[in-house]
């Protein structure tokens, strides 16, 4: 099991222990998990997992009738973990806005990151046309 898969099974466990189930404290759990697992980049873990929730959990929150967090917005998550990891097998469902505001909050970031990640990093937001 690789680590994205790894996140994946956590999310799904984690959605027990939210009782009851909330999207809040759900969408809180997740994010917690994201930073846990990206420790040696906290900071901008933090960053990213802030505008996960921010871009796609908040909405939910504001709409009543948008029902749970699905698997897709889920998988928004899961797609900037793998971009992290420079899996970009599992870089699924990320737009070409997304790419551009992760790419700002590396661009802010930069500076405390490991040259090796920032270099693939980089290298993606290159490709998908981001900077």
Known sequence: MDLI??????VKKTKKYCTPY??????????????KN????????QSLADWWLEKYVQPLEQNQD???ISDDIIEK???VYALLENDPENIMNL??????????????E????????LNSLMS???EKQAL
């Open 124 to 126: 993606v937001f290159v």
């Open 66 to 68: 948008a029902g749970g």
């Open 77 to 79: 998550l899961g797609s």
């Open 95 to 108: 737009n070409a806005e997304d790419f551009k505001e992760l790419c700002t909050l590396v661009n802010y």
């Open 22 to 35: 909330s999207n809040k404290s759900y969408a809180e759990s997740i994010s917690s998990l994201f930073v």
């Open 5 to 10: 898969q790894k996140f994946y099974s956590d």
């Open 38 to 45: 990206n420790r040696h980049i906290q900071s901008l873990a």
């Open 110 to 117: 930069a500076e405390d990151l490991p040259l090796e990640l």
